[in-house]
């Protein structure tokens, strides 16, 4: 009880800390070079210009004020998440494969090449004895029926102990997070030590099905026993029996597709195409400067059989405002906004991570990246606020580590559409929104872009739905050791109205 | 760059250069760049209206932007969720004392629905929620429509349904937009259409998809976004980058041009015309003039079309058919308002006892509305059935695309079915609909009353037995009603809400809540053998069985009762309704009211009782019924059973004429005894109950419209008549003696 007296207090604390410091600096000039050129480039846009650069120099000076206020507040909120009586779980290393668009160097293989390319990648790396590992779980969304539990033929054939367990879970794009949280529950409840957790997708090829009534012909056809009978059946057939049934793109629940979605999404909250695409083309940019400096350690490289080594990523292309305005709407036509270059693409790709009991990894002499510390799953409408995950998600994890927003030094959301992302960004950043539809007294507050996403997101490097969660999670993890910094902030997006948040901890040097 | 600039000039709207005009009431426009935004908003009103002040605003408003050089292009969209225009004010056409008066306001309308056509200045119409009748008229003049895809959004012509016809130019523009066939279908059926379905016909131009809750509600947030999409429109509609020429698919092509060959034309219309002339057997007036209205301006052009249209517009507005339908419009309004407040407690958990054909029924209309049910029911057979009922009714309307399968399966998880009380101690409202038995209506309430909280009401749907004899075995007889429900329930709109003089005010409001969320027409009586509907039913069936007697032949009589305008003729009726419950009526109500009651003999539905002719439910009544056979046969069977019963007629009251007037009078005899003696609180009600429980002829307009219109004189004379011939059962009643002694009475002032 008095601890979580003591616990309430620092949270209060901080969100003095954060006010004070948001209206010290709110009389700052912003720095960020980014919003500095939007700024400079709707200036040179717009003929009027009173109302529409106060406006936009505001939006930059709120972000700035929560930079500002970060390192002025040198103490966290918390030293550490550690709980008692509770195991550290901590990541050792995870890696990816490159992630490719779908139809390019992979498109050849099946799902369980790419998840057992992932889990070689991740056990040359560390070098952890094969028979240390106690369990296997892996993501994934469009399944293969040959392998629906593409974790166990990935495990065999990358030739782990046919003694270790392994399941497939599936949550949309956040199956991999799923598959993490599955290992983190495992592990803080005993039941294992060392569990390798991953995702997969390869949208190169999808099962495409007969038709209903054709199934049922073919079955009863198997059932039938006489001639008679099957020539019967047979009289039955239709031409329109041939017809084939896709793999839905659309919610089950709305028949309606996730773009066709954002792009509501993105109306609603008034979000312009031309701040879409300025998002794009940040996300790309960063993505290729981050290629370019080395910083995306996490991906391995993938000898595909027949083909060269795939060793990067071969989604970002950066491109130029004017090329994305000649695009068409995709989803909405013929005004919507959401268009092929501010959506993130059709992608294959497979991760990889050992998640491990911290004295674990200690005994075993390893010096972990991360620790995997407090997560939520949150749902809700999917017709209207179908990706609006991360705001639901965000306060609510925010909360229960007893942190603020100011106390993140990485933030790391899967970028689903542009629109998707500034649709979030306003959410959070209303209190009306979190009045009336969330149940929370006031906004949590956007996050402030000089900490989002910088070595690119989904948009850029590619989104293969199973295994997004885990580069997620790698790429808040290495920035911390990189940038410095102790908080991650890991958010996503789900098909379903789903949502996902988790806190990563940077493993002390 | 050129999208960026676009969008760049988009948001320069959204800034402070917005014009702020005088005040006007109804109307008030903006200025958005070069385009003007006019938003229409009747104050104090939850729908616009076309009414002369709104309609002199609008031409005010319009002038300006004629003569405003700053001003490129236009955008009409109101300011009201769920509502662009629902039509004309009925009441400005209500108060014109003459044709002449009316064709005058149809004038106006045209010539200013005429400037809007040629408007150089591009208009944009953006629509969202109900654009009916006026308001139609008023888009299709625009150049331009977009409309919200919503299921509140829906385009059509319903002054059929008001005997009238679209006066505005509407019979000259939407055959030229959507064809000649669509134009008559919309407007001699008067069906609503919905946006997406209005786009397939060309009637709109663009589909915007409603919004979720941003940073403002969905609704305001959707409509602010119909406004910018359609302002993007209007501007590039002004710099001619979007052409007006629409693409138009093969069959449309086609049709149109079938309908360049003059011969064609004349079969369509002809073909049209026989099809109105057998449906309304000539008793509305209002089909055949608007294909008239049609005809004159295709083939002899649009200034000949205008003065038809405004001429037969006049003519219509002064018949009594018209004068009916619009009363019956009034009364539906009325009807649909709770008038006895607010009840204490919302009816969030409903139970109904009996899943045969009206539990299941007025289960599938609770659970549609989000109200969890419990259908419960004796045998798993008999809940089996109920059950399938209402996924079949909920999977039509899949079948429809009223709704999608998830929807269906959403809704369907509101419905428990059981065979025990369980979960009853939650019931906020019990229904039942078990046996018309007094003693099982007796042993389930007591059953009931044993298991539910203190504040459920016990509600009994049951067309005939009295209400205070079931509710003599309650603890609590205040919270004791009637729900009389009208089958199929799902179809049908009327319910019949019955009060005992020991229910309680809260009782009542609550049923009227529950049956207005149900999406019912209420009319709440007062407790009596028959209530009101069935008691006026019932003197008409006792003369329905006298003329069979008499030996007419069920399909003569049918098609006497039908070409009245009654929509199911008398014997078809009977079979409809299940001779054994016919026969239960009959004889509870010729017990309570003796020899007026009299007139045919209930032996003979008796003696179909002990056949097993109980109608359509058993397949044989008056006719034979096939499943998958559309045209029923004579039940040959009858044959021998009237023979046995008949009776001579008497020859000076039976003609064709007189056997209808003996329907019609004894039933208008006993509707207005209803209000006399107090079981009916208005006339409004009294007209509502017997068109949309009954099918009481609605161009008559209902029982006390008929008087008013046709005089009561006329009415008591045939009463006399009969009277003379067959005694009680005709003599007419104290209330419609007054009416017709001082001419000035009217029920309807």
């Known amino acids: 009880m008095t601890q979580s007296l003591v616990l309430c207090s620092f949270v209060y604390m901080g969100h003095l800390l954060y006010d004070v410091g948001g209206n010290c600096t709110r009389m700052g000039i912003p720095k960020d070079f980014r919003m500095t050129s939007i700024l400079t480039y709707t200036l040179k846009n717009l003929p009027s210009t009173s109302k529409w650069a106060l406006r936009f120099s505001l939006r930059p000076l709120s972000c700035s004020s929560q930079l500002r206020a970060a390192p002025a507040a040198q103490t966290k909120s918390k030293k550490t998440l550690a709980k008692p009586n509770i195991r550290n779980i901590v ?39 094969k028979d240390v590992v106690d369990y296997i779980i892996f993501g994934t969304v469009i399944q293969e029926v040959k392998t629906s539990n593409v974790a166990r033929e990935a495990a065999l054939g990358a030739g782990f102990s046919d003694k270790t367990p392994a399941h497939t879970v599936t949550m949309a794009c956040i199956s991999a997070n799923q598959a993490m949280t599955t290992g983190v529950g495992l592990i803080a409840s005993g039941q294992c030590d060392v569990v390798v957790a991953g995702g997969v997708e390869l949208m190169s090829d999808v099962p495409i099905r007969h038709s209903r009534k054709m199934r049922k012909m073919l079955l009863d056809l198997n059932k039938a026993k006489t001639l008679g009978q099957r020539l019967s059946l047979i009289s039955k057939f239709r031409l329109n029996f041939l017809s084939p049934e896709l793999p839905a793109v659309a919610e089950f629940s709305t028949s309606e597709t996730m773009g066709h979605s954002a792009d509501r999404l993105a109306a609603a909250f008034a979000v312009s195409r031309l701040d879409q695409d300025e998002y794009a083309l940040r996300s790309h940019s960063l993505a290729k400067k981050a290629q370019d400096e080395g910083l995306l350690s996490d991906v391995v490289p993938f000898k595909v059989p027949g083909k060269d080594t795939v060793t990067k990523d071969n989604g970002i292309r950066p491109s130029s405002l004017e090329q994305m305005a000649k695009l068409k709407p995709a989803f909405i036509k013929p005004y919507g906004t959401v268009t092929a270059a501010n959506s993130s693409f059709l992608t294959d790709g497979a991760s990889a991570m050992l998640i491990m009991a911290e004295e674990k990894a200690l005994a075993m002499g390893y010096k972990p990246k991360a620790y995997l510390r407090d997560f939520v799953y949150v749902s809700q409408d999917p017709k209207d606020q179908l990706l609006l995950g991360p705001t639901y998600a965000t306060p609510k994890v925010l909360e229960r580590a007893g942190l603020t927003m100011t106390d993140i030094d990485a933030f790391e959301f899967h970028e689903a559409f542009s629109g998707q992302i500034l649709a979030n ?23 402030p872009l000089e900490k989002f996403n910088n070595w690119g997101g989904s948009l850029s490097l590619g989104h293969p739905f199973g295994a997004t969660g885990c580069r997620l999670v790698m790429a808040a993890a290495n920035r911390l050791r990189k940038e410095g910094g102790q908080y991650g902030l890991v958010a996503a997006c789900a098909a379903g109205g789903q949502g996902h948040a988790m806190i990563v901890e940077a493993y002390p040097k | 760059m050129v999208a960026s600039r676009a969008i760049g000039s988009l948001r320069r709207f959204t800034a402070s250069r917005t014009l702020r005009c005088p005040a006007r009431t109804h109307i008030n426009y903006g200025v958005k760049g070069d385009v003007a935004v006019v938003r229409i908003n009747s104050p104090n009103s939850k729908v616009n209206t076309l009414s002369r002040e709104l309609q002199s605003e609008f031409v005010e408003v319009m002038n300006e932007i004629w003569a405003n050089d700053q001003i490129r292009s236009a955008v009409l969209i109101s300011s009201k969720p769920g509502c662009f225009i629902a039509g004309a004010d009925i009441n400005m056409l209500a108060s014109c004392k003459s044709a002449e008066e009316v064709t005058q306001v149809s004038q106006e309308g045209q010539r200013m629905f005429e400037k809007l056509e040629k408007s150089t200045k591009p208009i944009v119409a953006a629509i969202s929620g109900s654009c009916l009748g006026g308001g139609l008229e008023l888009a299709i003049s625009c150049q331009y429509r977009i409309a919200t895809k919503d299921r509140k959004t829906v385009l059509g012509s319903p002054e059929v349904l008001l005997g009238i016809l679209p006066g505005a130019g509407g019979t000259q523009r939407l055959p030229k937009m959507v064809g000649v066939p669509a134009a008559f279908d ?3 059926t008067g069906r609503n259409i919905r946006a997406d379905r209005a786009k397939k016909m060309g009637l709109v131009d663009q589909l915007v998809e409603p919004l979720g809750p941003g940073l403002k509600p969905s609704e305001e947030r959707t409509i602010e976004y119909l406004e910018e999409v359609a302002v993007t429109f209007a501007k590039e509609l002004s710099d001619k980058k979007i052409s007006l020429k629409r693409d138009k698919g093969l069959v449309e092509k086609l049709t149109s041009y079938a309908m360049s060959i003059p011969f064609v034309r004349q079969q369509i219309y002809k073909k049209v015309e026989e099809k109105v002339r057998k449906q309304t057997k000539g008793l509305y007036p209002a089909p055949l003039k608007i294909i008239d209205a049609v005809k004159t301006g295709i083939e002899q052009g649009n200034d000949a079309g205008y003065v038809s249209e405004s001429q037969k517009f006049g003519e ?29 407690k919302d009816v969030k ?15 599938q209309v609770s659970v549609d509305k989000g109200i969890k049910t419990i259908l419960k029911d004796a045998t798993l057979a008999g809940l089996d059935r109920g059950q399938q009922q209402v996924f079949k009714g909920l999977n039509d309307k899949v079948k429809k695309k009223a709704l999608t399968s998830f929807e269906r399966d959403s809704i369907f998880s509101n419905l428990t079915g059981q065979l025990d009380y369980q979960g009853f101690e939650k019931a906020d409202m019990v229904i039942e609909a078990v046996f018309e038995d007094l003693n099982v209506k007796h042993r389930v309430l007591k059953e009931v009353e044993a298991v539910v909280p203190d504040h459920c009401v016990f509600a009994s749907n049951t067309s005939a037995l009295p209400i205070r004899q079931i509710a003599s075995v309650s603890k609590r007889p205040e919270k004791v009603i009637g729900m009389h429900y009208f089958s199929p329930v799902d179809k049908m709109q009327l319910l019949e809400i019955i009060t005992t003089e020991k229910t309680s005010k809260d009782t009542t409001a609550s049923v009227v809540a529950v049956g207005l969320k149900q999406g019912k027409v209420i009319v709440v009586v007062k407790d009596g053998p028959g209530f009101y509907t069935t008691r006026c039913l019932a003197p008409m069936m006792s003369e329905v069985l006298r003329i069979l ?23 078809t009726l009977v079979d409809e309704v299940g001779v054994d419950v016919a026969k239960h009526v009959a004889e509870d109500l010729g017990k309570a009211f003796g020899e007026r009651f009299e007139g045919g003999s209930v032996e003979l539905l008796k003696q179909m009782v002990s056949r097993g002719f109980l109608g359509r439910k058993s397949g044989k009544g008056f006719y034979i019924y096939q499943e998958g056979v559309k045209n029923k046969s004579l039940n040959s069977d009858m044959d021998g059973i009237l023979a046995s019963l008949k009776v001579p007629p008497k020859s000076d009251v039976c003609s064709d004429e007189d056997l209808q007037y003996r329907l019609v009078t004894r039933f208008v005899n006993e509707a207005i005894m209803c209000l006399q003696e107090g079981i009916l609180a208005t006339p409004a009600e009294g007209d509502i109950g017997a068109v949309f429980g009954l099918g009481f002829p609605p161009c008559l307009g209902g029982p006390f419209r008929y008087v008013d219109l046709y005089g009561a004189q006329k009415i008591v004379d045939r009463l006399r008549k009969y009277e003379a011939a067959y005694g009680k059962p005709f003599t007419p009643c104290q209330l419609l003696i007054d009416h017709a002694n001082s001419p000035s009475k009217k029920f309807y002032q």
Request: charged share 20%; hydrophobic share 40%.
């Open chain 2, 549 to 571: 007697q008499e030996g007419v032949d069920p399909k003569k009589l049918d098609s006497l009762t039908t070409s009245f305008g009654f929509p199911v003729g008398a014997a």
């Open chain 2, 316 to 344: 219509l507005a002064m018949t009594k058919e018209s004068k009916a339908l619009m009363g019956l419009y009034h009364g539906q309004v009325l009807c649909k308002k709770n008038k006895f407040g607010t009840p204490q």
């Open chain 2, 186 to 188: 919309m407007m001699l």
């Open chain 1, 91 to 129: 990541v050792v290393e995870g890696v990816r494969i490159p992630f490719l668009q779908s139809g390019t160097s992979y498109k050849e293989l099946m799902p369980h090449d790419l998840a057992r390319a992932a889990l070689l990648g991740l056990l040359h790396r560390t070098s952890v004895p």
């Open chain 2, 349 to 363: 958990h409903l139970a109904i006892l009996g899943a045969g054909l009206m539990g299941a029924g007025i289960a």
């Open chain 1, 425 to 447: 960004f306003k959410a959070m950043d209303s209190d009306w929104f979190a009045q009336n539809y969330m149940g929370r007294k006031t906004k949590v507050g956007s996050p």
